[in-house]
């Protein structure tokens, strides 16, 4: 089955700058990904996604960028500001997106 | 508004106690699933539904049921609950880019 991990448990970064969140995965066929944002007491909230025909794809202060040779992606934020702290996920789709995969989390903290 | 919805949100049971957690979603979605939510573990899936009347299941389905009868609705059944059942829970609606319920947590004694 798919694997998902490398997160970092914690990131914190100060107000203002650029966070960088990491996620790494096994499956070589995977070709869809998906990034989601918790905030405390929440569900999980749909940030950006990026298919693999695509090695990069940007949001309103976000970035996505995949690098199918490594197996690695990874979510930029720039200017990160106090709203953007949560805990982010990345997740793998499978099986015609049927089955979801979600790695163990970063929690990112803002320091203001 | 987009919405899905749980409940309980909260619920403390005894182990071995039937229980019923409800889900439903106003999108018109075929496709749902329930998460289960647990430190360190991030979520996993515990089955999912391509449409009425169509579940399969996910990653950890032991110990758990569920059904769709009507494309809105999507119960979670624990009909023998156990202590490690004791968790997070989540369901969401849409495949691909999925919504969301704000979460049931379960304590099993």
């Known amino acids: 089955g798919e694997s998902v991990g490398l997160h970092l448990p914690t990131l914190s970064v100060q107000e203002g700058d650029n966070s960088i969140i990491n996620c790494a995965y096994s499956n070589s066929a995977s070709d869809y990904f998906i990034w989601y944002k918790q905030e405390s007491g929440k569900g999980p909230q749909f940030i950006i996604d990026i298919r693999s025909n695509m090695d990069k794809r940007q949001g309103q202060r976000v970035t996505v960028l995949l690098n199918k040779t490594v197996k690695h992606l990874s979510l930029q934020i720039a200017a990160t500001q106090p709203g953007d702290s949560a805990v982010y996920f990345c997740?793998?789709?499978?099986?015609?997106?049927?089955?979801?995969?979600f790695g163990t989390g970063t929690k990112l903290q803002v320091i203001p | 508004e987009a919405q899905v919805t749980q409940n309980p949100r909260y619920l403390i049971t005894v182990t071995g106690k039937k229980l019923t957690v409800t889900c439903s979603q106003n999108?018109?979605?075929?496709?749902m699933s329930w998460y289960r939510q647990d430190p360190g573990l991030g979520l996993r899936q515990i089955y999912y539904?391509?449409?009425?009347?169509?579940?399969d299941k996910g990653d950890v389905p032991e110990g758990y049921k569920v059904s769709r009868k009507e494309k809105r609705n999507f119960p979670l059944i624990l009909e023998s609950p156990s202590p490690n059942q004791t968790s997070l829970y989540f369901c969401?609606?849409?495949?691909?880019?999925?919504?969301f319920g704000p979460g049931t947590r379960l304590t099993v004694t």
């Open positions: 969401a609606s849409g495949r691909g880019e999925q919504y």
């Open positions: 999108m018109n979605h075929e496709y």
């Open positions: 539904s391509m449409n009425v009347e169509v579940t």
């Open positions: 997740a793998l789709p499978s099986g015609g997106y049927q089955k979801v995969t």
